[in-house]
Nanobody, 127 residues
Framework: QVQLVESGGGLVQAGGSLRLSCAASGRTFSSVAMGWFRQAPGKEREFVAAISRSGITTYREDSVKGRFTISRNNAKNTVYLQLNSLKPEDTAVYYC????????????????????WGQGTQVTVSS
């Protein structure tokens, strides 16, 4: 079992920044691949970014490249998502997700790849 708790969401003006955190517990964090997804009202949950268990491999959805950065600190059992140059269309509930065990150390982009999910944190970008 892995427990995930997101934090750092909020209301920000367009062009602003936020840093989301996801604290994990219950499993050796360095064996867990992590990802961030988001879901806007009336839309399906969509991939944002992912990072391998070692942190060496990252992958981001095209619309956030150059604006969002995923990172992790295995000593703190935490994964981060830095959101810069935010746009109103980034408004959504952001979820972190964990895949464990991960035997091949890669970044995963599909909802079905992940085994555990956090409760989500709301990000609202005003125009």
């Amino acid at each position: 079992q892995v427990q995930l708790v997101e934090s750092g969401g909020g209301l920000v003006q367009a062009g602003g920044s936020l840093r989301l955190s996801c604290a994990a517990s219950g499993r050796t964090f360095s064996s867990v691949a992590m990802g961030w997804f988001r879901q806007a009202p009336g839309k399906e949950r969509e991939f944002v970014a992912a990072i391998s268990r070692s942190g060496i491999t990252t992958y981001r959805e095209d619309s956030v490249k150059g604006r969002f950065t995923i990172s992790r600190n295995n000593a703190k059992n935490t994964v981060y998502l830095q959101l810069n140059s935010l746009k109103p269309e980034d408004t959504a509930v952001y979820y972190c997700a964990a895949k464990t065990p991960d035997y091949i150390s890669r970044a995963y982009s599909k909802v079905g790849d992940y085994d555990y999910w956090g409760q989500g944190t709301q990000v609202t970008v005003s125009s």
